[in-house]
């Protein structure tokens, strides 16, 4: 056999020159080009092999080229080659001569008449062709060819039946050029053919023909573009006889970008250890097994799947169907098929294979919460480069990086099996969250097999919307609905009996055995697990019983199932059928991929059982033994392996008809731990879902579970968060967590213990900040925190509850004033909506979107209830409504405007709709009790409007809009006819972008909130008929659109708006209240209009609803705005008092705030001391220290030091104003405080290479005196970039100073001594900003030491006489550290340090050079750290940053916790010295 | 990975140095008999010009450099060096796979390591270009694995960290390798040089503080009792006789180097390799001195009633514990730690696995050590003839040590039990006659076996 060099053939016959034709007539000499151009069109659909053919010939002297003869032999030619794809293109005269239809030949004219004996009939050409098994297609470019169809048709129908039967082997398409009846005109066919192949953006029906991400080009779609071309008179038809293999067309214009991504042959990460077997167990205890290989007869539901994949770039196929429809199995038949291995082993390919190595992940969802989804998702897919870290941020994040590995590596098919059983309160989200965006992506492609529920229910959770729906995928296959089903699983169960009978068959056995499978099939309502159990039992039998013993036998439907496990699991365990029942029952209610073998599975089955027996461990042992197999699989978990149902419908069988509520809190029970004190101890399996069992058993159960703090400090925040946020609205608890939870996310590269602490000093300090005193004393000692959290400067923040944002993030919230009281919130291209107490209502969607077009909904507003509502949303284009509980819009409004507000009001039976766009108010409004139709809407548009809302009295309907000139009142419609000449409440400018209203119930007045981008102004207007308003309050403030809600409660009205990190809130009387704090920039705020005063606030990630008047609370008043003033450069410093106490200062952007501490947490109040420069903007030094008299505070903005001098009770008493000489732009960094022997006070202040002195004199009334004359030099530096005092032993005291690569320790006591010095080895400029000075005992000497922060180390440097001996360290962790702090006597010298954007800080013993633990992060950035050591401990006075709206904390490190540190140096964790200690550390080598 | 090439960066006295075609630091019996009676003519021939610094040797100071050598050497007062013969095949890895840096390690560590990095770019490119593309599809992305003993662990470093070797580099190793110096080099540059006699312990200071490499090996760390400071490093108490002040502030410098480029090239990012420390600490190792002001020096012992910690004086007899490890290790560094004495390591089945480990980018074994505390002590060089003893510490009389004095070839000549003395440690008395000589402590009860070589003159 000849073979070729690639797989495609091209054999054309052109006859365009006729024997015995003297006139010439029939001639057609331009049918050459025609083909020729045939020939390159073809090259560019994958035929590039050189294509064999005959022409006529030239003269009619040369032999005969094209006669019925040579077109024979070409024809055999062609038969013979080994291709896998070939065409033939005929071009001629075609004659229809009674029935039949002839091809003319060369020589087929006689005397100028047709001689069919000359001449290739349909039925010949068919023929010759017929056995050939090669995916062919014929092209009949001739008159009258679609007279051809018919009989070609029939023939290689024929003939292909005779060969291979069933298989579908060797696809044969015949396309006629014209219809029956129809001449064609010469060449048109292939000039259309090629207008098609030129146009790369055609579309047909929808389709766009030559999407580059597409490998194929189908050819029926390509017919039919042609034939779209072609004008009237000549309609080229096609037959499909068999459909042609995948890619037998290749699509010219496919990119090799989007070609599918290469997954290396012999790589098997992508699959998952579920679908890894090639075999399934069939029995239980027979040790037999089904071969995956044997799903071939299911080719209804393979082809369609597998066609879609391979012609598919993007989007996403359901697999649907009940238990047992075998969904699991086509999964994971399509998944091996793509391996090479399996797909040789088969004995019959199925007629459409997906192409090999084109599934890159295959994964169950059984038991994953969306994030360890993700997680699983991103390990399959590492080896094709994907970073598994990005699947521990934010799951949009992670489909991004599944997008940007797509269009590095090509398409990506990622199969996703039994969606219904990931973990409760899951599934919903993995749908909405992870699988959507993923198949929305242009070069992903998603198949989900799932039934249409979720397996795992809340108690009174009744999903609004099935899974099925959510996921909107667009091809869904109902497995057990397809009409083929039952005769798969008649030959399904005839393969399981054929096995099982090994012994000889005669006919009629066989007859038999037939009969029974189409009975089974047709009695098992379309499920494999029902077949397949009754063919087990039937196969244990010694003869097949007829089919009316089957009738009697068994009943129809789910019960035949149910007898049929019943049957199964008695079998496993007849002396005490009762006990399998209780110990597989655990797994029935397990959540995960399973449980361990052990006393965890014991505990819940004994909580669990019937029997009156206690079991153990043995009898568990021989349970699993027996029903390992067809009933159990064998998994793993938390590195461990797991146990769980082999089919789910074991779960099921075992729970039908208990009360599974009762089950779950008898396991909660069983798995809460013995003591308080033992959750560390608990077992993976139940700190990671224990939470799930409590919420199945009801809301209760899973309050008391939370209401335990080491519980929410153990378990698994994944599974725990969205349970508490659906499930408990009003515990202080729920709240708490709901604020640390993001900040819980496990962190791999962390030990746990480091894990744990984190978290509990996350906890604790989050609940500084909500929990009283008393509440906070329930929390528990933690291992791992050893300090005490004892105050904050933050104002107690009410509690919340907190949801996951829609997909894209939550650009617009609104709280509806009817109905239920629905949050909605929209994202890109959806509304999630909640009740109040976080069940979740229907979803609504705008459509499909294309891919890449993200329509971000910026407004969402809502009126109405039930079916009756009302909700519309802008994405800035087009204004989309939903009328009632339906999912996509009832109607879409684009005009080409870009639409800047939206707001809606049912007023007398009408809704109305107010959109502004490009400087115009469009108002639409329609009855109320219609769906919104377009036709059925009347529009008014009024101009001049940027912003506008809606105001529905009692009368009339008013809407306040926000324009060019300012803001008017314009009644819209009302009872009566009234004049409606608009007010205007206020003119000026600038422009208002933002305007909103809020109308009481009874009375006709308004509350009016504006915003301009520079100010806010509320105004009451009393009655809105009357013309007359009152200002309630203005403040400063940039809060951009559409960040502005009015509410009320009882006490009154309040104003939000979100500006700057904050949400900030003013009552009606314009006093602000404690501003809330925000993670991200928040988008859109509402009130609660029920009067609540609970705010709903949506970002990029969450919908938040903040409860200020939760049980026993009230919204803090707070004295003054932390958020005006106070921008730059927070900084705190702490100077030890006499008595024992501490003075605390804090400098905020130009704010000093004075307060006096003890260690124990008491705390005095001082005054909040403005520096007076009017150009400061932040202080950029502070230095503080007691006096006999009092506090002396120094702070610096920009050259101009003042001093306050307060009394002991932190009064100010006087205040002097020391001017640092210099310009004004260089600031000064450093300034220190001293008090000499003499009594005297100095402040040192760096100027040039100098340090420059202001002197006061002891006593009271000294004045401040400058001489003008540096005290010391630094010479070799440019300049005095730091300086700091520190104290020593025996009454010494150095100043350091440093400048460029120098620092020089002088001694206060003689300045004209030599000082320490110490020139950094590189001459590389030191950064003194973070440096610090002290006095740490070395050997049997104290001696002075500085230290400095430097990329990734911290330089410690100590002066051994006169020698500087630099010691560099690494900060544990590998933390880069900027800032720096001592604290301690030099026999004890800690170094405190911590960087501006980690809340960690890290503690240095510099005596014994080591690392002492470390605070783990608090929840906020750190920008200072004050320290003070007395004999209660270390005090750190933490200063965080604006992010944390510049909290600060108090904590203290208790002296007999820290003793420790000294008297056992290896008695505390996680130390490290500086000497080399054994390393475990891993290498890449290992990871 | 398997692609990677494989060089191995020999330490002190592992490339054979010659001139005029003969060995100059053959240190046969007859060569150390003739240094004995000629001892300014062998001193001349191996010393380095004064003020070499990091330059080359003057004519007459210059060896040629020649192959790695290939079988055991003893640098008096230093210790021995194991050839490197077929060394591919005790790695497991294929020969072509594996090339030898040889260099002068007399002259500066900086000097080597720039010859190393020609040397590197040189091989690889002739590796990625001419590697079989059958056996190495991919040895067009190959980079180096350095694979070094002792102080061609500092030459690599240098390499790696100031020279840009970063980026060519997927992985190190390095046995023994003194990252803040040794004490031994101080003790040769002092007089005072462990085990050799007298009259060569002043030809070792005369040659040896001609050596730039010597120079850049003294300790970095805080090796110095102070009477009013406690530890601290040796510049804080120079000048200490016998090493020049220049010397000291090289040696700082140069360790300074490496770890200002560890940062700058933390700081840019430049992408790191996979670093296994090898290391040893079962070993009594001399560790500390005492000097300041008013007292001489004097070093310190494990047993001489110092007020050092028990845990400072282990080590694998040559490189203290505390020397072991890089000062600052990060995420990609590991250490182990071995039973090995410092020369041995490199011949031990178990670091042999891990180095292939690593060359063919194999999970790592997760411990090097055997299950036993014990070390041994014992000299390297002693005088024929004359009684030296071999001393066991942290064993048990369960265990019952012996000596045995082992030939080249394998062969045990004579075995002595160990006696007890108190304190976990066991001693024997030996003589031995003229030669190199393995002596193995082995347990006549447990699989505990440990072995060295002493040359006795």
């Known amino acids: 056999m000849e073979a070729i060099e690639h797989d495609g053939l091209v054999a054309t016959v052109v006859v365009d020159r006729y024997r015995d034709d003297t006139r010439r007539g029939r001639d057609r000499e331009y049918l050459r080009g025609a083909a020729a151009k045939f020939v390159e069109q073809t090259r560019r659909l994958g035929f590039v092999t050189e294509p064999i053919g005959v022409t006529s010939g030239t003269d009619d002297t040369s032999p005969v080229a094209a006669g019925r003869k040579q077109i024979r032999d070409l024809i055999a030619n062609l038969r013979k080659v080994q291709a896998s794809r070939k065409i033939l293109y005929w071009t001629g005269h075609g004659h229809q001569e009674g029935d039949t239809f002839y091809l003319a030949c060369e020589d087929s004219y006689v005397n100028g008449r047709l001689d069919p004996s000359r001449a290739v009939s349909a039925q010949e050409l068919a023929s010759w062709l017929g056995n050939d098994l090669t995916d062919t297609w014929v092209v009949l470019d001739a008159c009258f060819s679609g007279a051809a169809l018919e009989a070609v048709e029939d023939q290689v129908k024929r003939a292909r039946n005779q060969e291979v039967g069933d298989d579908p082997t060797g696809g044969f398409v015949v396309v006629a050029t014209a219809g029956s009846e129809e001449r064609a005109t010469e060449t048109r066919w292939v000039d259309c053919l090629e207008e098609v192949l030129h146009t790369p953006d055609l579309e047909y029906s929808q389709h766009r023909l030559f999407a580059r991400e597409q490998p194929d080009l189908p050819l029926h779609y390509l017919h039919w573009a042609v034939a779209a071309r072609m004008r009237d008179g000549q309609t080229p038809r096609i037959a499909v006889v068999r459909p042609l293999r995948p890619l037998f067309l290749v699509n010219p214009y496919c990119s090799d970008r989007v070609r599918p991504a290469t997954r290396p042959e012999d790589d098997e990460s992508w699959i998952g250890e579920e679908f890894r077997s090639e075999s399934i167990p069939l029995f239980a205890g027979g040790g037999d097994t089904w071969r995956l290989r044997d799903f071939s007869p299911r080719n209804t539901a393979l082809g369609p799947l597998v066609t879609w994949m391979n012609v598919r770039s993007t989007g996403m196929y359901v697999v649907t169907g009940a238990s047992g429809a075998g969904k699991s199995t086509l999964l994971h038949f399509v998944a091996h098929l793509t391996t090479k291995k399996f797909a040789a082993a088969l004995e019959r390919l199925p007629p459409v294979q997906p192409e090999l190595h084109s599934v890159h992940a295959v994964l169950h969802c059984r038991g994953r919460t969306l994030a360890s989804l993700c997680q699983e998702l991103a390990a399959k897919l590492a080896y094709l480069g994907l970073d598994r870290h990005t699947a521990r941020g934010t799951v949009p994040a992670f489909v991004e990086a599944v997008s940007a590995l797509a269009d590095r590596k090509g398409t990506l098919t990622l199969l996703f099996d039994g969606l219904d059983e990931s973990a409760v309160g899951h599934a919903f989200r993995v749908a909405r969250e992870l699988l959507t965006p993923l198949a929305s992506l242009p070069r992903v492609k998603v198949v989900v097999a799932t039934r249409a529920n979720a397996r795992r229910a809340l108690p009174g959770e009744a999903a609004p919307e099935s899974l099925v729906d959510v996921l909107a995928g667009d091809r869904v296959l109902e497995l057990d609905r397809l009409v083929e089903t039952e005769h798969d699983l008649a030959r399904h169960v005839e393969n399981l009996l054929r096995g099982r009978h090994l012994s000889p068959t005669t006919s009629e056995e066989r007859v038999t055995r037939e009969a029974v499978a189409r009975h089974i099939a047709a009695h098992s309502s379309g499920l494999f697990l029902v077949a397949t159990l009754w063919a087990r039992r039937l196969a244990e039998l010694d003869a097949l019983p007829d089919p009316d013993r089957l009738e009697a036998e068994l009943r129809q439907g789910a019960t035949v199932l149910d007898s049929l496990l019943a049957q199964e699991l008695r079998q496993l365990d007849p002396e005490d059928p009762r006990r399998i029942r209780d110990l597989l029952r655990p797994l029935a209610l397990a959540q995960g991929n399973g449980l361990p073998l052990g006393r965890l599975w014991v505990a819940m089955a004994n909580a669990t059982r019937e029997a009156e027996r206690e079991y153990d461990e043995a009898d568990l042992e021989l349970v699993v033994g027996r029903a390992r197999g067809a009933v159990l699989a064998r998994d793993g978990e938390f590195g461990e392996p797991v146990y769980r149902f082999h089919h789910p419908s074991f779960g099921g069988h075992l729970l039908a008809g208990l009360d599974e509520r009762r089950l779950h809190a008898l396991a909660d029970r069983a798995l809460r731990p013995a003591s308080d004190e033992d959750w560390d101890a608990v077992a993976p399996y139940t700190a990671h879902y224990l939470a799930a069992h409590a919420a199945l058993a009801g809301d209760q159960v899973l309050e008391e579970l939370i209401a335990d703090y080491r519980f929410l400090v153990y378990a698994s925040p994944e599974v725990l968060e969205p349970l508490i946020a659906t499930r408990l609205a009003n515990s202080p608890q729920a709240s708490l967590y709901l604020t640390v939870a993001d900040q819980f996310r496990a962190r791999p590269e962390v030990s746990r213990e480091r894990l744990i602490a984190g978290r509990w000093a996350v906890l604790k300090a989050t609940a500084l900040v909500m929990f009283s005193a008393e509440e906070r004393a329930d929390i528990p000692r933690a291992p791992g925190v050893f300090w005490d959290d004892l105050w904050t400067s933050a104002e107690r923040l009410p509690l919340q509850r907190i949801w996951p944002a829609p997909s894209g993030g939550a650009c617009a919230v609104h709280w509806e004033r009817d109905g239920e009281g629905l949050i909605h919130a929209a994202g890109r291209g959806e509304i999630r909506s909640w009740t109040w107490a976080g069940r979740e209502a229907r979803l609504r969607e705008t459509g499909p979107l294309f891919p890449g077009d993200p329509v971000h909904l910026a407004g969402v507003v809502a009126t109405g209830a039930g079916e009756q509502r009302v909700v519309a949303a802008h994405d800035g284009r087009a204004v989309r409504v939903w009328w009632g509980g339906d999912r996509r819009p009832s109607e879409e409004l684009f005009w080409g405007g870009r639409v800047e507000s939206l707001d809606l009001a049912r007023w007398e039976g009408r809704h109305w709709l107010a959109a502004t766009g490009h400087g115009q108010l469009w108002l639409w409004h329609w009855t109320g009790d219609g769906r919104p139709a377009r036709r059925d809407m009347s529009l008014r548009r009024i101009s001049d409007a940027e912003s506008a809302a809606l105001l529905p009295l009692q009368d009339d309907l008013f809407a306040v809009i926000a324009g060019a000139e300012g803001i008017r009142l314009r009644r819209l419609t009302g009872r009566e006819s009234r004049e409606t000449t608009p007010r205007y409440l206020w003119r000026g400018t600038p422009a208002v972008h933002t305007v909103t209203g809020l109308v009481p119930d009874e009375d006709n007045g308004a509350v009016i909130a504006a915003l301009d981008g520079e100010k806010l102004r509320v105004w009451q207007v009393p009655d809105l008929y009357l013309d007359q308003c009152r200002l309630l309050f203005d403040r400063e403030s940039k809060a951009q659109a559409p960040a502005l809600a009015l509410g009320r409660t009882g006490s009154g009205l309040l104003v939000a708006v979100q500006e700057d990190g904050h949400i900030r809130i003013w009552t009606g009387d314009g006093v602000e209240q404690v501003p809330l704090p925000c993670d991200h920039e928040h988008k859109a705020l509402a009130f609660d209009p029920s009067g609540s005063g609970r705010l709903a606030v949506a970002d990029e990630t969450r919908v938040r609803v903040w409860d200020p008047h939760g049980p026993g609370r009230g919204g803090g008043r707070r004295p003054a705005p932390a958020s005006s003033g106070r921008q730059g450069n927070p900084r705190v410093e702490v100077a030890q008092g006499p008595d024992g106490s501490f003075l605390v200062v804090r400098a905020q952007g130009r704010s000093v705030l004075l307060s006096r501490h003890t260690s124990d947490g008491r705390v005095v109040h001082g005054p909040v001391l403005e520096h007076p420069g009017s150009r400061v903007t932040e202080l950029t030094a502070v230095s503080a220290l007691w006096t006999d008299a009092g506090a002396l505070v120094v702070a610096v903005g920009r050259r101009q030091a003042v001093a306050w001098s307060c009394d002991r009770d932190l009064v100010a008493v006087r205040r002097d104003e020391l001017p640092l000489e210099g310009t004004d732009d260089d600031q000064v960094h450093s300034v220190a405080l001293h008090t000499g022997d003499d009594g005297r006070v100095r402040l040192y202040w760096p100027r040039d290479q100098g340090v420059r002195c202001w002197e006061r004199p002891a006593g009271p009334g000294g004045e401040w005196r400058d001489d003008g004359r540096a005290v010391v030099y630094m010479t070799g530096a440019g300049t005095v970039d730091r300086l700091a005092v520190v104290n020593g032993p025996g009454g010494v005291a150095r100043l350091a100073v440093w400048g460029g690569p120098l620092v020089r320790l002088w001694d206060l006591s003689d300045l004209s001594a030599e000082p320490l010095k110490f020139d950094e080895p590189g001459n590389e400029p030191i950064p003194a900003g973070g440096g610090v000075a002290g006095f740490v005992r070395q050997g049997s000497t104290e001696v002075p030491l500085i230290a400095y922060p430097g990329p990734g180390r911290v330089r410690v440097v100590r002066w051994l006489g006169s020698y500087a001996h630099p010691r560099p360290f690494r900060p544990p962790g590998g933390m880069v550290i900027d800032r720096l702090a001592l604290v301690g006597p030099p026999d004890r010298l800690v170094l405190v340090g911590w960087r501006n954007d980690s809340g960690r800080i890290v503690l240095r013993d510099l005596t014994g050079d080591r690392d002492l633990p470390a605070l783990e992060p608090r929840g906020y950035h750190v920008a200072d750290v004050g320290a003070v050591q007395d004999d209660a401990g270390l005090t750190l006075v933490i200063q965080g940053t604006h992010q944390s709206g510049l909290r600060c904390d108090q904590v203290l490190l208790r002296q007999d916790r820290i003793d420790r540190w000294w008297e056992e140096p290896r008695a505390f964790p996680g130390q490290r010295t500086a000497s080399p200690e054994a390393s475990t550390r891993k290498t890449r080598h290992e990871a | ?457």
């Open chain 2, 1 to 457: 990975m398997k692609h990677d090439l494989v060089v191995v960066v020999p330490g002190i006295m592992g490339t054979s140095l010659s001139r005029d075609g003969e060995d100059a630091w053959n240190t046969s019996l007859a060569m150390l008999r003739d240094a004995l009676t000629s001892r300014a003519g062998v001193a001349e021939r191996l010393r380095l010009q004064d003020g070499i610094g990091d330059g080359e040797p003057e004519p007459r100071y210059a060896l040629e450099v020649g192959e790695p050598i290939r079988t055991l050497r003893q640098l008096p007062g230093w210790g021995r060096h194991g050839g490197h013969a077929h060394l591919a095949r005790h790695l497991g890895i294929d020969r072509e796979r594996l090339v030898t840096f040889p260099y002068d390690w007399r002259l500066s560590n900086r000097n080597s390591a720039e010859k190393l990095r020609q040397f590197v770019d040189e091989h690889l490119d002739r590796w990625r270009t001419t590697a079989d593309p059958r056996r190495y599809p991919e040895a067009r992305d190959a980079k180096v694995i350095l694979l070094c003993r002792s102080m061609g662990g500092l030459v690599a470093r240098y390499y790696l960290e100031v020279l840009g070797g970063r980026r060519e580099t997927r992985a190190v190793v390095t046995l023994g390798t003194p990252y803040r110096g040794s004490l031994k080099a101080m003790r040769m540059l002092t007089g005072h040089a462990s085990g050799a006699m007298r009259p060569w312990r002043s030809l070792i200071r005369e040659v040896c503080s001609t050596y730039p490499s010597i120079g850049q090996l003294l300790p970095t760390y805080e090796v110095v009792e102070h009477s009013a400071f406690g530890r601290i490093p040796l510049q804080a108490v120079a000048p200490v006789e016998g090493i020049p002040a220049a010397m000291l502030d090289d040696a700082a410098r140069f360790a300074w180097q490496i770890e200002r480029a560890v940062e700058e090239n933390e700081r840019k990012g430049v992408p790191s390799y996979d670093l296994l420390v090898v290391g040893g600490d079962k070993h009594p190792t001399t560790y500390g001195v005492r000097h300041g002001a008013d007292e001489s020096l004097e070093y310190l012992h494990r047993v001489s009633g110092s007020p050092w910690g028990a845990a400072d004086w282990w080590g694998d007899s040559t490189v203290s514990r505390h020397s072991a490890q890089p000062l600052m290790d990060d995420e990609n560094t590991r250490t182990q730690w071995c039973s090995f004495r410092h020369a041995s390591m490199f011949d031990a089945a178990r670091v042999r696995e891990q180095m292939r480990n690593v060359c063919d980018g194999r999970p790592l074994l997760q411990d090097l050590a055997d299950d036993y505390e014990t070390g041994i002590d014992l000299p390297d060089t002693v005088m024929a003839g004359e009684e030296f003893e071999v001393v066991a510490v942290r064993a048990d009389a369960a265990m019952r040590l012996v000596v045995r004095q082992v030939t080249e070839d394998g062969r045990v000549l004579a075995e002595t039990p160990m006696k007890p003395c108190g304190d976990g440690e066991f001693r024997v008395a030996l003589r031995l006659e003229p030669g190199l000589w393995r002596l193995q402590v082995a347990s006549g009860s447990c699989d505990y076996e440990c072995s060295d070589t002493v040359l006795a003159l």
